[in-house]
């Protein structure tokens, strides 16, 4: 993706010869970066995939998506600048080691508990490295996405999800006049209804957007501005939007709930889900200037 | 080349060999796990504890209305999963904001604004235990009873879930 976006990290000249010996630390301090931010989706990926009864075709869709824009900003961030010199203190690497033990763990969402520790350390002590603190955003938004907005989502859910259904209800009685609203109850005849339970709502959706936002940014050797802001808003207006139509989709019976809630409509949303999370900030990028060094 | 190039490629190259080392034995972990076939889960596995020695069949854990002897509206009793990541099929608007909401677990009563976090926080450290083989079995597929307690109504949780052991079948 580095290549397909207009980027504006490196690109100074190649280092001489006598370069080289000096090069091997920043090369190995890479390497740990890369290998914790990797065995880190690696181990969640495959606790969903081999160990998990049942995680849902959507669910693996989203969770896969957002690993991959992760793991890819966190390459580009690290090999994108040929400029940079990396070093890692002591700390740094004992606090990856120590982070990489919740690999074991044996739930997908709670193996980005030690990346969200590793994402605060260096966010908190390793700031003014800007590489460093480029990765800990990475790390931090993907433990965002992947383990504590769903929690999140949970303490507010009575706050939130009258708010969305209302919403879904509005909208849908574009195209189901009698569609009732009743609490969390949707329903357009009288013999099916749907609850609105903490899956159906936007939120996750929203979380992968600003991860994918924030990928995007990063890939590019961009910051956000008040445009990429912009670009921004428009994929969570859009994510919300398909996510009522997701729902409303499933009103009409209950062929229509179980195609959109676990059959192939659900993989459908979720891919465009992330081409609406993309192309915004890609197009964005793109009629960008990259700006003065 | 400089000593403290050396120490810096030394001290990078021990993370990355720690690290590696990690990440390939926490793959072969998840591929054995995979391969073996998983045991089947216990009999109490499958059942709620209610406390007091009285259990309920998963196939029983449905919602129940549990009339108490002090008040004209009946406690509502869920059967709810207390991972964090679990889905909490009680969720809805509640009838009224004063209700009272309590979660039963494992002997535990926890009320207040903070009862659900305490509900994931127990799980857990329950979970990790049994990871860890402190208390037995990880029960990956237990309930926890959730009780929404009418506004204006003085049942204590306690009081309630004496009722709804004696109205488990």
Redesign the interface.
Known sequence: MAELLTGCRGGGPAKAPHAH??N??VR??R??LL??GC?TA??AA??RL??DPDPGIQRLTELNFGEVFATLATMAVLFGDRHVRL??T?AD?AV??AC??T?????P??IYAGMTLAAAWLLARRSQDRVLADIGQIWLALSLCELWS??VF??F??AI??VEVALMAWAGRFAYPGLQAS??YLSARPDWSI?M???CSAFHNLSLAALIWLCVLKIAGRSASREALGALAVSAVLVVAINIARILAMLPSAEAYRDWHDGPGSVTVALVSVAASLLPIVLHVERTPCPPA | ?PAR?TR??N??????A???L??AF??S???Q??GNPVPPEPADAAMVDLGEGVVLPRVGAVRRMVWTGSCPLPVTADFVEP???G???S????RDPNDRVAYIYRGWTLEGPRA??QL?VLY?LR??GA?LGLNGV?TRHELAVKLVVPAGCDASPEEAMAVLRRIRG
């Not at chain 2, 969720?91 to 509640?94: F, R, S, T, V």
Request: charged share 15%.
């Open positions: 010996a000096a091997l630390p190995a301090a390497g740990n290998v914790f065995g690696i181990s495959l606790q081999l160990l070093a890692l002591r690497r990856l080691v990489a033990l690999w074991f763990l044996p739930e969402h709670a769903k929690l949970k303490l859910y009575h999800e009258p609490g969390v609850v339970l903490e899956g | 080349m190039v810096l490629i001290a990078d190259r021990a993370g990355l720690a690290l590696c990690l990440l926490s793959v972990v998840r591929v796990a995979h991972s964090p990541h889905t909490d099929t969720l809805a608007a509640p659900a976090m994931s857990v979970r990790a990871v990880a």
